[in-house]
T-cell receptor, first 116, second 114 residues
Framework: DAGVIQSPRHEVTEMGQEVTLRCKPISGHNSLFWYRQTMMRGLELLIYFNNNVPIDDSGMPEDRFSAKMPNASFSTLKIQPSEPRDSAVYFC??????????????FGPGTRLTVL | AQTVTQSQPEMSVQEAETVTLSCTYDTSESDYYLFWYKQPPSRQMILVIRQEAYKQQNATENRFSVNFQKAAKSFSLKISDSQLGDAAMYFCAYVGGSNYKLTFGKGTLLTVNP
């Protein structure tokens, strides 16, 4: 079975450019998460979708960041304009939630973003 | 707010030996789940083991086992017969109650010496 798919795996861009990261969750999962990992701050939750609806975007750093989930099999995280401090590894994860049951989140391979 | 603390930034173990990684957490919830994730140099986050708080029995997955002390809010990971492939960053994580956010510790970097 395919796991969580992220693209691109690596992205190098210049400051001010728009960056779009893509994620395909595991089929049948109804919850999707975007995380950012840096040495300084560790793993941070950016945004959480449940049944394609954004539930909590309080972790999104600022208005330059936006995320969408147009359907159950696709999500994007966009940074516009990008800045050097956005350089990090961005993970997408998915899980299936029912009620208060918590199952492990399955992570994609991550996108390493470098903003010059 | 829930917090997860991993007090060992780095650990090392000899191949074939046993090592224990520590994790403590703080919560007021009674229903929660705890996880250990492994992140090798490939940076892929891999679930190692999962423990439900309502279960008294410690979870075990092959060479990996946990010591779950609910009263002490402690959740340590024991790796037996360590292998070179176990070398990675290990993250302890918590999710609980009606919440959905995984709260991660800062991680422990495990080195396995041949």
């Amino acid at each position: 079975d395919a796991g969580v798919i992220q693209s691109p795996r690596h992205e190098v861009t210049e400051m001010g450019q728009e960056v779009t990261l893509r994620c395909k969750p595991i089929s049948g999962h109804n919850s999707l998460f975007w995380y950012r990992q840096t040495m300084m701050r560790g793993l941070e939750l950016l945004i959480y979708f449940n049944n394609n609806v954004p539930i909590d975007d309080s972790g999104m750093p600022e208005d330059r960041f936006s995320a969408k989930m147009p359907n159950a099999s696709f999500s994007t995280l966009k940074i516009q304009p990008s800045e050097p401090r956005d350089s990090a590894v961005y993970f997408c994860a998915s899980t299936h939630r029912t009620g208060t049951s918590h199952y492990e989140q399955f992570f994609g391979p991550g996108t390493r973003l470098t903003v010059l | 707010a829930q917090t997860v603390t991993q007090s060992q930034p780095e650990m090392s173990v000899q191949e074939a030996e046993t090592v224990t990684l520590s994790c403590t957490y703080d919560t007021s919830e009674s229903d929660y789940y705890l996880f250990w994730y492994k992140q090798p140099p490939s940076r892929q986050m891999i679930l190692v083991i999962r423990q439900e708080a309502y279960k008294q029995q410690n979870a075990t997955e092959n060479r990996f086992s946990v010591n779950f002390q609910k009263a002490a809010k402690s959740f340590s990971l024991k790796i037996s017969d360590s292998q070179l492939g176990d070398a990675a960053m290990y993250f302890c994580a918590y999710v609980g109650g009606s919440n959905y956010k995984l709260t991660f510790g800062k991680g422990t970097l495990l080195t396995v010496n041949p």
